[in-house]
């Protein structure tokens, strides 16, 4: 009742519609999760809108449930349905890898459905995939009944127009954000009133190596650019080096609390971007209160689904469309694998192809990987002769760009196999660097006149 008292108080014309369907709706969590059934599909809202009391409540009614499978992209908190001793009566599908859930996809107990971002909301809208629930956590409603998804609007939106019922958390510490972030009272069947923090994601500090990687992603960005930034460390230290940038803009998926100090300077206004000029584009964000209170009713902001955000097509519409990502792995022809380590499923596909595909495609585009040149404390060079046994393709060499580590930047776009070994190498780390030429020349990818001097 406390989220809306005050509005009961002072009750406008403008209420008369939706308060009193609000008020019928609002439910306890444990009351809305008894309508969820053995083998039901459920959706659940991802990052830091994850909805937490109504999984507690779900997860409360294990005994009596069978094989509920429960599908998100990455969520933050609660995710104890992946445990062992609720394997018989939830099965996790994950779309994108959080660490709350990466234990129980290695042991087997969870399932990763590989996707690209942009595709998602399709399994949804076709049947292909269809939802029986779709678990959320809302704004409370602004004077017309509408509610908003706040920190991410992601697939959140369309899941919710296509599940067969809607429940929602309503929570005053959810942001109210604009663009396409609104589902109104009467689209939902049950509300659940909770009151209290947002799950955060906290980024560490850029160390040093994370740093010089950020100042070589930084010269290639120029005035004017429109970013996007994926899930890491290096994206966000490159936010660091660009304070002397002018009118950037930003078309991304997701962002996180760096970009706050470059809106204060100026400096990432929107002002040269081809379409949505003056917005900041997303579909979510990954950060801290701070954050959330700056995106709060911030008319700079526009989120809108992932469908859109991300589709290639969209994204190659920005001139100067800059697309910075994180890889696990480079081999040596090109090849990017982001989503596992060898056989271990890490994280996912994410927006990584959608970006790189939509800015090799604008005008003055650059598709960027970012990446530490080693591994394990400088013992295994990221730069490798071949791909580990079991690791997948996300980035594929027809796709690759420029490769970037602490030691420079390889451009591999339209060049020959013995041209990119020859650019790797030269931005591995020099510990690594005569063990790859010598991979290189035995592999045929390297003519004794093109073999580098290390």
């Known amino acids: ?60 009614r294990a005994p009596e449930l069978e094989d509920v499978e429960i599908i998100h992209m990455k969520t933050l908190g609660c995710a104890d349905y992946s445990h062992p001793q609720y394997e018989a009566s939830f099965r996790t599908v994950a779309m994108f890898i959080g660490d709350n859930v990466r234990d129980a996809i290695r042991d087997g107990r969870a399932d990763y459905l590989p996707i690209f ?26 004077k017309y009944g509408y509610m908003s998804f706040g920190t991410g609007v992601d697939c959140s939106l369309t899941a919710a127009r296509h599940a067969r019922r809607v429940i929602a958390e309503v929570n005053p510490n959810m942001p109210r954000t604009l663009g396409q972030t609104f589902i109104h009272v009467s689209e939902v069947d049950r509300i659940v009133e909770v009151d209290r ?14 740093l010089r990687i950020a100042d070589n992603v930084a010269s290639l960005i120029p005035n004017g650019a429109t970013l996007q930034l994926g899930i890491g460390a290096v994206p966000d230290a490159v936010l660091t080096r660009l304070v002397d940038h002018r009118d950037l803009g930003l078309h991304t998926e997701m962002f996180s609390d760096g970009v706050i ?63 910075i990502n994180s890889a696990l792995q480079v081999d040596i022809t090109g090849q990017v694998c982001s989503d596992s380590i060898g ?41 490798a002769p071949m791909l580990d046994p079991g690791a997948g393709v996300v980035t594929t060499r027809g796709d690759v760009h ?53």
Not at 120 to 130: A, C, D, H, T, V
């Open 1 to 60: 009742m406390q989220v809306l008292k005050s509005q009961i108080r002072n009750r406008p014309e403008t209420q008369a519609s939706w308060l009193d369907e609000y008020l019928q709706k609002r439910t306890t969590a444990a009351e809305a999760m008894r309508e969820i059934r053995s083998r039901d599909r459920v959706y659940v809202h991802a990052s830091c809108a994850t909805p937490e009391d109504l999984i507690h409540a779900l997860i409360d």
């Open 117 to 142: 971002l942009h595709e998602i909301e399709g399994l949804f809208e076709s049947g292909e995939r269809p939802l029986d629930f779709c678990l959320l956590q809302l704004s409370p409603p602004d």
């Open 197 to 210: 923090p947002l799950p955060e994601l906290h980024m560490e500090p850029a160390d040093e190596t994370q």
């Open 261 to 323: 100090p470059l809106i204060e300077k100026g400096v990432l206004n929107g002002a040269a971007k081809s379409i949505h000029v003056g917005k900041l584009v997303a579909g979510f964000v990954l950060g801290t209160r701070r954050l959330f209170d700056f995106i709060d009713d911030n008319p700079l902001f526009e989120f809108h689904p992932i469908k859109y955000v991300n589709d290639p097509f969209v994204i190659s519409q920005n001139r100067k469309m800059v697309a």
């Open 343 to 383: 056989t271990r499923l890490y994280s996912g596909f994410g927006g990584q192809l959608d970006f790189i595909r939509g800015a090799a495609h604008s005008e003055g585009g650059r598709p960027i990987i970012a990446l530490p040149a080693t591994a394990c404390r400088g013992t295994v060079s990221r730069i």
């Open 402 to 454: 420029y490769i970037v580590t602490e030691f420079g930047v390889a451009y591999l776009h339209g060049k020959t196999l013995s041209e990119r070994a020859v650019e790797l190498i030269r931005i591995a780390h020099p510990s690594f660097r005569e063990m790859l030429t010598e991979y290189a020349y035995q592999a045929r990818y390297l003519r004794p006149k093109l073999v580098p001097v290390c």
